[in-house]
């Protein structure tokens, strides 16, 4: 069992910037492929990046492709999710997520959830 605390969310003007941190609680992530996904009020949980366990791959959705990099630090067991340029419409609950697959098309399947964090981003 992989349990996931993710914090580094709040408030911030559009424009602005967040680095999202994520970390478990009790086992190490480095044989895991790790992603975020989010979800906004009245729409489905979306993926939004995920690395590769050697941190060689990398896969962004298209709306935070150029504005977001997400990364990871296996010797302090932690991911990270740098977002720029924020909008409102990035506004959401921000998930990290573990599996032990790597999917060569599509997100692919997480096995292991944190609780979320939440990002919201006013105009």
């Known amino acids: 069992q992989v349990q996931l605390v993710e914090s580094g969310g709040g408030l911030v003007q559009a424009g602005g910037s967040l680095r999202l941190s994520c970390a478990p609680s009790?086992?190490?992530?480095?044989?895991?492929?790790l992603g975020w996904f989010r979800k906004a009020p009245g729409r489905e949980r979306e993926f939004v990046a995920r690395?590769?366990?050697?941190?060689?791959?990398?896969v962004y959705e298209d709306s935070v492709k150029g504005r977001s990099t997400i990364s990871r630090e296996n010797a302090k067991n932690t991911l990270y999710l740098q977002m720029n340029a924020l909008k409102p419409e990035d506004t959401a609950v921000y998930y990290c997520a573990a599996s032990t697959y790597w999917s060569p098309t599509g997100p692919g399947v997480f096995n292991y959830w944190g609780q979320g964090t939440q990002v919201t981003v006013s105009s």
């Open positions: 009790g086992r190490t992530l480095s044989n895991f492929h």
């Open positions: 690395i590769s366990s050697g941190a060689g791959r990398t």
